[in-house]
């Protein structure tokens, strides 16, 4: 059974931080590109932050939050983090935690239950 875990959510105020975990089972970690995504009611989810698993793991980050946030992950205890600095009111949103795997004749994707960020004075 695949799950994805996210923990670390909560209430910030404004040029706070956070550190948000998404712990991963089921799935062979490794050859998984992971991301981030978030949603807010009436609007669609949205990218925030990816890592490839190819071409370096190279990254991929939303205009809104380069430069403020960093995704990392610890292959060895399948866990991807995002370090969120700088938060600002419109940063909040339920995060998710995605998962995708393309072999060139199936995509799979997973996503986590998603955790709360609120930042507010």
């Known amino acids: 059974q695949v799950q994805l875990v996210e923990s670390g959510g909560g209430l910030v105020q404004p040029g706070g931080s956070l550190r948000l975990s998404c712990a991963a089972s089921?799935?062979?970690?490794?050859?998984?590109?992971m991301g981030w995504y978030r949603q807010v009611p009436g609007k669609q989810r949205e990218l925030v932050a990816l890592?490839?698993?190819?071409?370096?793991?190279?990254?991929d980050y939303a205009d809104s939050v380069k430069g403020r946030f960093t995704i990392s992950r610890d292959n060895a205890n399948k866990t991807v983090y995002l370090h969120m600095n700088n938060l600002k009111p419109e940063d909040t949103a339920v995060y998710y935690c995605?998962?995708?795997?393309?072999?060139?004749?199936?995509?799979?994707?997973?996503w986590g239950q998603g955790t709360q960020v609120t930042v507010s004075s």
């Open positions: 995605n998962a995708q795997h393309s072999d060139g004749l199936s995509h799979t994707m997973y």
């Open positions: 089921g799935i062979m970690f490794g050859i998984y590109a």
């Open positions: 890592m490839r698993v190819n071409h370096g793991g190279s990254t």
